[in-house]
Nanobody
């Protein structure tokens, strides 16, 4: 059974940092591309970042470019999102999601349950 479990969310002040983790199990993690997606309160889903299966290719939404860094440790079956210079508008539930292949596709086939990040003073 595929499982994606996010952790690392919490309350942080504007300008602060957090690192999110996503522990993967039930599939060969190193063979699949992954993304982070977020949903702010009362809003729709927003794609945040992507990484290919080997970790050599990454992409970011304009809203987080230069502030967030996606990475993965295939030996530990874990996906990360380092978030720096956080803004109140980054407040959202953050989900990790798996693609059905090694690179970015048109959909993600498995999602975690999310971790809440709140940026507030």
């Amino acid at each position: 059974e595929v499982q994606l479990v996010e952790s690392g969310g919490g309350l942080v002040q504007p300008g602060g940092s957090l690192r999110l983790s996503c522990a993967a199990s039930g599939f060969t993690f190193s063979s699949y591309a992954m993304s982070w997606v977020r949903q702010a309160p009362g809003k729709g889903l927003e794609w945040v970042s992507y990484i290919n299966s080997g970790g050599s290719s990454t992409m970011y939404a304009d809203s987080v470019k230069g502030r967030f860094t996606i990475s993965r440790d295939n030996a530990k079956n874990t996906l990360y999102l380092q978030m720096n210079s956080l803004k109140p508008e980054d407040t959202a539930v953050y989900y990790c999601a798996k693609y059905p292949g090694t690179s970015r596709g048109s959909y993600m086939d498995y999602w975690g349950k999310g971790t809440l990040v709140t940026v507030s003073s």
